[in-house]
């Protein structure tokens, strides 16, 4: 529905410089660098921002691209979130699915947002909270995908085994340890064609 991936590639399409150092700056520091330990709740969305401007300014040097004079972090990051939307179809995919009898659950990477404006946001975790069985958020649980605990940790929350679950997500990454745990995955790569997929999976017509 609405994630911290999909904010990563709103951010990345608002610079029209390098989408190479967007990403490496991003995932700067891998399992120990800021973007993780966001995701994590060990830092906020403030302590956030000077970390990933430096992250970028860094690898601006490294690879000899210029960032533009007006670069800000707050100021794109904050365009991204404004611009979030839920995924209609499949909203009412889940809801189908939840109404047959299926237990559904959001598993997604978000952060602590001591944003002004973080209200809106808040509202829309909130308002997706109440149409799904569960809502799973990284910076909640000190987890984030695609470590495999929180996979397992999924597993607990849902009470059932990984044979029984279907994980859609539109970042291949984080399918392979859902699929090592032997879950069903599907990669959202435009909704119609998931759509198909879980209809083909759970044998329920949800469009």
Same mark, same amino acid.
């Given at each position: 529905?609405?994630?911290?991936?999909?904010?990563?590639?709103?951010?990345?399409?608002?610079?029209?410089?390098?989408?190479?150092?967007?990403?490496?700056?991003?995932? #700067?520091?891998?399992?120990?660098?800021?973007?993780?330990?966001?995701?994590?709740?060990? $830092?906020?969305?403030?302590?956030?921002?000077?970390?990933?401007?430096?992250?970028?300014? !860094?690898?601006?040097?490294?690879?000899?691209?210029?960032?533009?004079?007006?670069?800000?972090?707050?100021? $794109?990051?904050? !365009?991204?979130?404004?611009?979030?939307?839920?995924?209609?179809?499949?909203?009412?995919?889940?809801?189908?699915?939840?109404? !047959?009898?299926?237990?559904?659950?959001i598993l997604t990477n978000t952060w602590l947002d001591d944003r002004a404006e973080r209200d809106g946001l808040a509202q829309l975790m909130c308002e997706l909270k109440t149409h799904f069985d569960f809502l799973i958020e990284s910076c909640q649980v000190g987890m984030v995908k695609p470590e495999p605990q929180i996979y397992r940790f999924l597993l607990d929350t849902l009470k059932?085994?990984?044979?029984?679950?279907?994980?859609?997500?539109?970042?291949?990454?984080?399918? #392979?340890?859902?699929?090592?745990?032997?879950?069903?995955? $599907?990669?959202?790569?435009?909704?119609?064609?998931?759509?198909?997929?879980?209809? !083909?999976?759970?044998? $329920?017509?949800?469009?």
């Amino acid at each position: 529905m609405c994630c911290h991936d999909e904010i990563h590639r709103t951010f990345l399409m608002c610079l029209v410089f390098s989408r190479g150092l967007l990403s490496d700056a991003f995932q #700067k520091g891998g399992p120990e660098g800021a973007t993780t330990r966001l995701m994590r709740g060990e $830092i906020t969305f403030s302590q956030w921002i000077p970390l990933m401007e430096e992250n970028c300014r !860094k690898c601006s040097e490294t690879s000899g691209i210029s960032l533009p004079e007006n670069f800000s972090v707050n100021q $794109i990051f904050g !365009k991204a979130i404004s611009a979030r939307k839920i995924n209609g179809p499949m909203l009412q995919a889940a809801l189908m699915l939840r109404k !047959k009898g299926f237990t559904t659950a959001i598993l997604t990477n978000t952060w602590l947002d001591d944003r002004a404006e973080r209200d809106g946001l808040a509202q829309l975790m909130c308002e997706l909270k109440t149409h799904f069985d569960f809502l799973i958020e990284s910076c909640q649980v000190g987890m984030v995908k695609p470590e495999p605990q929180i996979y397992r940790f999924l597993l607990d929350t849902l009470k059932t085994s990984p044979s029984e679950v279907v994980f859609l997500d539109d970042i291949g990454a984080n399918l #392979k340890p859902a699929r090592d745990l032997g879950m069903v995955t $599907i990669l959202v790569k435009d909704t119609d064609t998931a759509l198909r997929e879980l209809e !083909k999976v759970t044998r $329920i017509q949800v469009t």
